[in-house]
């Protein structure tokens, strides 16, 4: 299972760290990927994860201003600094049997959280 937590609101430039907690699995054999999605659209990957092959990614519209990271436990996180109105969406964590930036290589997906960024 994957828990995301850690969305709210917050003004344009603040910062949110959502967490994903995982259990029933290790992290060392998958990777982790933070999607988003806005209503009627499709949903797209922001952030990926991958400690066995050593390999993240980063969206162009959020590199410099995201990180994600693991505790090299069972949680990943995606600090999210100097936040833009147009970040709002959900945000969802999923898992995948290697670094992918296609939703459909994802086979476990967490509840996904809100985060709104407004003034």
């Known amino acids: 299972q994957l828990q995301a937590s850690g969305g709210g609101s917050v003004q344009p430039g603040g910062s949110l760290r959502l967490s994903c907690a995982v259990s029933?699995?290790?992290?060392?054999?998958?990777?982790i990927g933070w999607f988003r999605q806005v209503s009627g659209k499709e949903r797209e990957a922001v952030a990926c994860i991958d400690n066995a092959r050593r390999k993240t990614y980063y969206a162009d519209s959020i590199k410099g201003r995201f990180t994600i990271s693991t505790n090299n436990g069972n949680t990943v996180y995606l600090q999210m600094n100097s936040l833009k109105p147009e970040d709002t969406a959900v945000y969802y964590c999923?898992?995948?049997?290697?670094?992918?930036?296609?939703?459909?290589?994802?086979?476990?997906w967490g509840q996904g959280t809100q985060v709104t960024v407004s003034s």
């Open positions: 029933g699995f290790t992290l060392a054999g998958y990777a």
């Open positions: 999923a898992r995948a049997t290697s670094y992918s930036t296609f939703s459909s290589d994802y086979d476990r």
